[in-house]
Structures are given as C-alpha cells and as structure tokens.
C-alpha cells in the first residue's frame, strides 16, 4: 500500500474536546495533568487550546480511563459537570443570564446553590451509595443520609427513592420565588430553610465515612458574559472565592475550576496567594506534542501498520504512549516530511520548524494547533496529490517518498493555522482589543520597540503601557532580551500570528512563513 493510499486513512481527530473521537484513547497523561488528579481542590490554568476541555471531558465522562494514573485508596469517586458540557441536564448560558446575578456575592450564592443541590442529589440518588449507608453500623452515617434525602425531598428533587427534577430548574425556582432573598448571606431564607453550607456539610461527612470523594468540575466559565467582561469577572471572581473557602472546608468534595491563564491573572483576589499550592498550569513539552500528533495518527489500524511495516516496531496506542522520543520522531517523520527544507543539503528536520512557529509570545504550545495543522496538512497533501495526478499521464502522482505529507502541504497548512488561531482566539476571546489587534495588520515588520507600540495605540483603550500589557498576555508579543514585559524596550511577533495578521516580510512582500 503506497503513501497515497495510507493518506485517505490519516487524521488527528477534532479539535473540538467535546466531539473528539480520538481523546479518550489516544490520552497523553502528562505530569501537571496527573497533579489534576490528587484528591485536593484545583484550579487548573491554561490557554486557549491547551487541553483543559479535554482534561474536563476525561474527568466527567471517562473516569474509568485514568485509574492507572489515580493511585488513590477511595472506595468511589463522583465526577460532577457543574457546567461547561452541552446538555440539557446543566445549567445553560441562557438560565444564568436569565437567574440575572448583579454581585460577586449574588454569584457565590448561585454557585454555591448550584454546586450543592447538584451534589447532593448525585450522591443520594447512588444506588451504590444507598447500600453502603445501609450495610454500615454507623448511625451517624445513616442520620447524616436521611437528612440530605430529607432536605432534597422538601425542595421537590427527591420522592419516594427517585430523582424527580432537574437541578437547573429547581435553581431557578428558588430563586425567581425568593429573588428578594438573594443577599450577602450565605444562607438560603425561604420556605424550604435551606442552608447550602450545611447541606454540603453533610454531604462531605457521609463521604467521608463512606470513603469516597466527590468532584465538582467547572469549566468553559470564561464563556460566561463575552458582551459584559465586567460581569464575567465579578461571576469568575466568586468562583474562585469558593475554591478558596472550600479548600479550608470541605476534605472529600473537591472543587476542580478550569480557567484560561489570562482571565485568571487579571483578576483582583484578596487572599490569591493562598492558591498557589492548588494551581497547576498546563504547559506541553516539544516531545509530549510530537506523541500525541503520532498517538492520533496510529490510532488508525491502515497507518498503523504502514508505519509498523517499515520500522519494524509495534507501534499500538499504548507503546506511543510509552515510547521512547527518538521513537516518536521516527514515525513523526514517516508522516510528515523529515526535510522542511526539501532535498537541499541544509537539512531543517520537520518537527523543529512546526514547533518553532507555532509557539506564542508567552512561550506556549497548544495541542488544539497542532492537531489542526496536521488535519489542514492531509488535506493540503490532497490537494497536491490530485493536481499532480491530473498531469502525469499515467495518472499516478509523481510523489514516492515514504512521508505522508509534503513540504508544501505542511507549509500551506501553517497558514491556515496562523489565520484560525487570529480568529477563533485574539479576535474571538479580546473582542476589546479588536481595534488593537488591527493596528498590526500589513505590518512590514516584525521587530516593533515600545515606542512604535505606544504611538500605535495612541486614542485606544487600553492605551500606553497598559496596552503593551494586555496584547502580551494575549501571546501576540514576545520581548527580546529583557523577559520582564513591563521592562522590555523591544518586541517581535511570533510567527503563529504573522500570516493570520497579514503581517509581511519588507523583502519579498508576502506572507512570512519561514
């Protein structure tokens, strides 16, 4: 079977979390992620494309493929979605806007309400927590049982052994009937007398006596409020409050928030010094990135045993994932073409040029592009195949190297990635930076000191240093020579963002993509 035949089997799956198909068995366990893993509350940080919705969607839904890396002694773990996944049984963006919180304090109280009744009721509608509180000796066990099914039957989520209602639904009509209520209080003074703290105090008692440990995940807040920054920062601001408040509380309920880097620095937190020894920040190494673009393209059996054929080595999903680096730039470069530079004696091997363009200004790598370049490039491959073949007369390509994909079709590829990473980051996340981000397009050049910034940002909002700032938190911006940003007196443009930005070389006036 030639190359051609193997590049109608090649893909690296979607770029989408939710939707993916390749995530749960081609997972690259890293070391930060497994810190994720510990039994403690986190706030897990990272940018735009960095994997914290695929690490979410493991988490919520594929638990049971990470007891390898979990090494805990728990009888049971409860994964809980409190938001962020596509289904009707969360709360959507719509009912939170239309519960309406104004406050930082209005927005702990929701998150609380939220995260307490949807816990709450996960344990006690467990049919495998039922018969452990039934088979244990503990009275204390039993009381502190009965009075959560108590309390949820009160307020109409629990009758009669069954879980009667949605917990979005019934937020929303404790708090539309008792909005008057919604105060700085912690506790809820309506007709059912609930008190959130409390009920997940008992919640964390029986499992704790029942050795399990329940996760409250929260993700994709970041989406919360894009027309209204101040607004979603107030609605992020009270959620990591919490994160602060219930790493003091609560031993068996962890609560694991998923934010974007950005948004997290930016925040004003009293007491943020307190979360440093439960942050953890995703960042991905040259190598981790080159074993999950193979991982995901040996997923399929056709590319696998091409690949297993000329190396000769078993090249399954599981010996990827714990192969040797010299391995993986083996079959790296089966797929993508050893020499960027083609068949000229300066050899730039493939893997070091992709990973010198597609870091950003803060020096971070996103899996999400790579998984996106290498989908354009079998495309942009092809694409190519099937010129070529129009003009043999054979009809058969003129390309017989062992490589998969071209020189060319990498190349072309990088361009679509540097115009999507434009678009469905800098301009899609910083909507109020729009104005800033344009002032760099047509640019002919890529070096800009502090002073050509400033005067391009002069009339704009941010403007000066303050702007200099924000666009390098962006990843837009990388300083040369000093790394402190706010001392920096010179900057460059990464590469990711040039041919998206229209940014050109003086030289040959088209688009840099070497």
């Not at 837009?476 to 050109?504: E, H, M, R, W």
Request: with cysteine; aromatic share 10%; glycine share 4%.
């Amino acid at each position: 079977m030639d190359t051609h035949q193997i590049l109608s089997n090649l893909s690296f799956g979607k770029v989408d979390a939710e939707s993916d198909d390749k995530l749960s068995n081609c997972f690259i366990g890293t070391d930060l992620f497994k810190q994720t893993l510990q039994p403690r509350h986190t706030l897990l940080l990272g940018g735009k494309g960095s994997g914290k919705s695929a690490f979410f969607r493991l988490l919520s839904q594929d638990i049971y493929r990470l007891t390898p890396l979990l090494h805990n002694s728990f009888t049971e773990i409860y994964s809980i979605p409190a938001y962020g996944l596509h289904s009707d049984e969360y709360i959507s963006y719509s009912e939170i806007q239309e519960i309406n919180p104004q406050t930082i304090d209005d927005f702990k109280y929701f998150w609380q309400l939220y995260f307490g009744l949807k816990t709450a009721a996960n344990i006690a509608t467990c049919p495998r927590m039922r018969s452990r509180v039934n088979s244990s000796k503990s009275d204390s066990l039993k009381s502190n049982y009965n009075t959560i099914i108590s309390l949820l039957s009160e307020i109409g989520l629990y009758r009669h052994d069954d879980y009667i209602g949605r917990v979005n639904r019934k937020i929303k009509e404790l708090l539309f009937l008792h909005q008057s209520n919604l105060s700085t209080t912690k506790t809820y003074k309506g007709k059912t007398a609930l008190n959130i703290i409390s009920l997940l105090d008992l919640v964390d008692k029986v499992l704790k006596e029942t050795n399990c440990l329940a996760w409250i995940l929260a993700d994709q807040i970041d989406l919360l409020y894009l027309d209204n920054l101040e607004r979603r920062e107030k609605a992020i601001t009270a959620l990591i409050q919490l994160l602060i408040e219930y790493s003091n509380r609560f031993s068996n309920i962890n609560l694991k928030v998923f934010l974007r880097t950005d948004i997290y620095k930016e925040l004003q937190i009293v007491n943020k010094s307190h979360l440093v020894s439960l942050t953890v920040e995703l960042k991905w190494a040259d190598n981790l990135i080159i074993k999950l673009l193979v991982a995901r393209a040996v997923h399929d059996r056709v590319v696998r045993a091409y690949c297993e054929k000329i190396l000769n080595e078993n090249l399954d999903v599981a010996k990827v994932i714990s192969a040797s680096d010299e391995l993986m730039k083996k079959v790296f470069h089966l797929i993508f073409n050893l020499n960027i530079n083609g068949q000229t004696s300066n050899t730039i091997p493939s893997h070091k040029w992709i990973m010198k363009r597609m870091i950003d200004g803060l020096g971070m790598l996103y899996p999400r592009e790579f998984i996106h370049l290498g989908n354009q490039a079998v495309i942009k491959q092809r694409e190519i195949n099937k010129s070529l073949s129009s003009h043999t007369d054979d009809g058969v390509s003129e390309q017989n190297s062992q490589n998969m994909l071209s020189v060319e079709a990498i190349k072309e590829a990088f361009l679509e990635v540097s115009k999507y990473r434009c678009d469905t980051f800098l301009y899609s996340e910083f909507p109020h930076l729009k104005n800033h981000f344009d002032q760099f397009k047509g640019l002919t050049k890529t070096f800009i000191s502090r002073e050509e910034l400033y005067a391009m940002f002069n009339g704009l909002t941010p403007s000066g240093a303050n702007a200099v700032r924000a666009i390098y938190e962006t990843g837009l911006l990388q300083p040369i020579g000093n790394k402190n940003v706010d001392a920096c007196l010179k900057f460059t443009i990464p590469p990711l963002y040039k041919s998206g930005l229209g940014i050109v070389s003086r030289k040959k006036k088209t688009v840099s993509i070497s």
